[in-house]
């Protein structure tokens, strides 16, 4: 309890987050590292992932590719992938372009599944009753993706975005190690001075972002929930069954 007392009043203390400090603070430059990082691999991955999930959760085409393919990501250590690009960028770039570089398409691979997931599994969610009703009107299949299902199906593809965003924001704190910035080398630095302070002081701040954006992305897909849509079973299933009447007995 008293090394927790400790690191919030390293947090609280004014000269930790004074500009003026040295390396390893202030804390706000290495927080908004952390999020300048977390924020591009999320732009690069969603850009990459959206689509091509929206595109397989509509067509319902390549779908058992993909899910291997995006499980077999899933196992690749971003630790080991992030000093493998380091040293293969190494040879054609700069000592400070490599590290960025290698370091945002290591978290970009990390956050590829779970956006992808999310896509196709909230277009797929839609009803395919509503689906067919909105092409009977005469909807193009962009209309319908863009009008119908991408609407209904917003909640579950923010939840993806919202696993891929806590899954990078508590990796980039390895960032620290390939060199740059972020709330990981407050870690990094409090680990080489045997600092317990600024070891969990750094991770405080790292929970504190995870749960922050956790909780923005929840209200998030509060808000986008479709009103009425709770329960996308066939009317006929959702009918409460009646109860036999009981038959008269005969008499003799």
Not at 53 to 58: E, F, Q, R, S, T
Request: proline fraction near 6%.
């Amino acid at each position: 309890m008293e090394f927790l007392l400790s690191a919030l009043r390293w947090i609280a203390d004014p000269a930790n987050w004074d500009p003026s400090a040295t390396t390893p603070l202030p804390i706000q430059a290495r927080l908004l590292e952390h999020l300048r990082y977390t924020a591009v691999s999320m732009v690069i991955a969603a850009a990459i992932a959206l689509p091509l999930g929206c595109w397989i959760g509509h067509t319902g085409r390549a779908r058992q590719l993909v899910i291997g393919f995006t499980g077999a990501m899933r196992a690749l250590p971003t630790l080991g992938l992030l000093f493998f690009l380091l040293m293969v960028f190494g040879y054609w770039l700069s000592y400070d372009t490599a590290p960025i570089v290698g370091a945002t398409i290591a978290f970009v691979v990390l956050a590829v599944p779970s956006i992808l997931a999310g896509a196709y599994a909230g277009i797929e969610s839609v009803d395919r009753t509503t689906v067919d009703a909105a092409r009977a009107t005469g909807m193009t299949e962009w209309q319908v993706l863009w009008r119908v299902e991408v609407p209904l199906g917003l909640p579950l593809v923010l939840g993806g975005l919202r696993s891929a965003t806590l899954q990078v924001v508590s990796t980039v704190t390895i960032a620290s190690y390939a060199g740059l910035g972020g709330l990981g080398r407050i870690i990094t630095s409090g680990i080489g001075l045997n600092d317990y302070d600024l070891i969990l002081g750094g991770a405080l701040l790292v929970t504190a972002l995870a749960l922050l954006l956790d909780g923005l992305f929840a209200l998030a897909q509060r808000l986008t929930r479709t009103p009425g849509v709770t329960d996308r079973r066939p009317a006929a299933a959702r009918r409460p069954r009646r109860s036999p009447r009981p038959h008269a007995s005969k008499s003799a």
